[in-house]
């Protein structure tokens, strides 16, 4: 199994530009959940599905951040208009069911100008 | 407010160290307490724990959780350089049919020659 997967693995923009985050989650697994990790403030979820259907998006920090999932194997997070602030690694993680572990992909770092 | 809280927040022990970290958690529906290792890239699952009192193994490392006194602890014993990494702890949601995981800040562990 090639596990959780995601692109870019790094992206640099400019404030204000869109940007599109990817992930491929493992093959059968039910759950699907967004993470940013800082310094500052460590791992946060942002979004999370189950069976493609969004969840719990409490912790989208605002209107600039959406995420979609199509199919079971493929979701994104887009972040319109890109701020400074929004720099960090973004992580894509997958389960099987509900209080499992989960398993995350190599993330994507994103720095914006 | 559901959270979890490790510590301490950092350690620096030379190698051959015995080491213990700590997490408790308060949260209202708990499923699950896991523990994640995060080195320069994503996190990975060590272990998944959901009775008290039963302790699970990896080679050095061993957790045990106290659901009464809502705290787990993960040992590593011998400690090697390539320990060093951050150490996560994470609570599953029980709620509903939520896959949600609660995560605490991390323990940085640093392992010296």
């Known amino acids: 199994d090639a596990g959780v997967i995601q692109s870019p693995r790094h992206e640099v923009t400019e404030m204000g530009q869109e940007v599109t985050l990817r992930c491929k989650p493992i093959?059968?697994?039910?759950?699907l959940f967004w993470y940013r990790q800082t310094m500052m403030r460590g791992l946060e979820l942002l979004i999370y599905f189950n069976n493609n259907v969004p969840i719990d998006d409490s912790g989208m920090p605002e209107d600039r951040f959406s995420a979609k999932m199509p199919n079971a194997s493929f979701s994104t997070l887009k972040i319109q208009p890109s701020e400074p602030r929004d720099s960090a690694v973004y992580f894509c993680a997958s389960s099987l069911r509900s209080g499992n572990e989960q398993f995350f992909g190599p993330g994507t770092r994103l720095t914006v100008l | 407010e559901d959270k979890v809280v490790q510590s301490p927040l950092s350690l620096v022990v030379h190698e051959g160290d015995t080491v213990t970290l700590n997490c408790s958690y308060e949260?209202?529906?708990?499923?699950?307490l896991l523990w994640y290792k995060q080195e320069k890239k994503a996190p990975t699952f060590l272990f998944m724990l959901?009775?008290?009192?039963i302790e699970k193994k990896s080679g050095r490392l061993s957790s045990i959780l106290d659901k009464k006194e809502l705290f787990s602890i993960l040992n590593i014993t011998a400690t090697q350089t390539g320990d060093s990494a951050v150490y996560l702890c994470?609570?599953?949601?029980?709620?509903?049919?939520?896959?949600?995981?609660?995560f605490g800040q991390g323990t940085t562990l640093q392992v010296k020659p």
């Open positions: 949260v209202t529906n708990f499923r699950s």
């Open positions: 093959s059968g697994h039910d759950y």
């Open positions: 959901t009775s008290s009192g």
């Open positions: 994470a609570v599953g949601d029980g709620s509903g049919n939520t896959g949600k995981l609660i």
